[in-house]
Nanobody, 124 residues
Framework: QVQLVESGGGFVQAGGSLRLSCAVA?????????MGWFRQAPGKEREFVAA????????YYIDSVKGGFTISRDNARNTGYLQKNSLKPEDTAVYYC????????????????WGQGTQVTVSS
C-alpha cells in the first residue's frame, strides 16, 4: 500500500474551476501503479471518475464525465491531479484519489490505497 494525501477542495461558484491534488507520500516507486479518482455525493455510492497509468500517462474517463474532467500527473512531484472547469452544483461531492494495480480499474475494489477525501461544494 501507499499513502496518499489529497488537497485542493473547497467552495466554488457554479462555472468556476478546481484542481485537486493527490500527493504520493511514500518512499516506494509509484511507476507501476494506477491512480484513480472517485467522488461520492451525499446519499449516493462512490462513483468512478477517471484513472491514469502512472508509467505511461495513459488516461481513462467514465463516459459521463468525458470532456469535463482532466486527470494528469507530475512524476517529479509524485503528485496526481484532477481538474474540472465549468463546475456545476451536481459536482458537489467528496473526491477521493486511490492507488491500485488494475488497468482500467473503475470500481473501488480495484484500489487498495485511498486518500482521506476532499470536499468540493459548488454553489448555484
Amino acid at each position: 500500500q501507499v499513502q496518499l494525501v489529497e488537497s485542493g477542495g473547497g467552495f466554488v461558484q457554479a462555472g468556476g474551476s478546481l484542481r485537486l491534488s493527490c500527493a504520493v507520500a511514500s518512499g516506494r516507486t509509484f511507476s507501476e501503479y494506477v491512480m484513480g479518482w472517485f467522488r461520492q455525493a451525499p446519499g449516493k455510492e462512490r462513483e468512478f471518475v477517471a484513472a491514469i497509468m502512472w508509467r505511461d500517462d495513459r488516461t481513462y474517463y467514465i463516459d459521463s464525465v468525458k470532456g469535463g474532467f482532466t486527470i494528469s500527473r507530475d512524476n517529479a512531484r509524485n503528485t496526481g491531479y484532477l481538474q474540472k472547469n465549468s463546475l456545476k452544483p451536481e459536482d458537489t461531492a467528496v473526491y477521493y484519489c486511490a492507488a491500485g494495480n488494475t488497468w482500467v480499474g473503475d470500481t473501488p475494489t480495484d484500489y487498495n490505497s485511498w486518500g482521506q477525501g476532499t470536499q468540493v461544494t459548488v454553489s448555484s
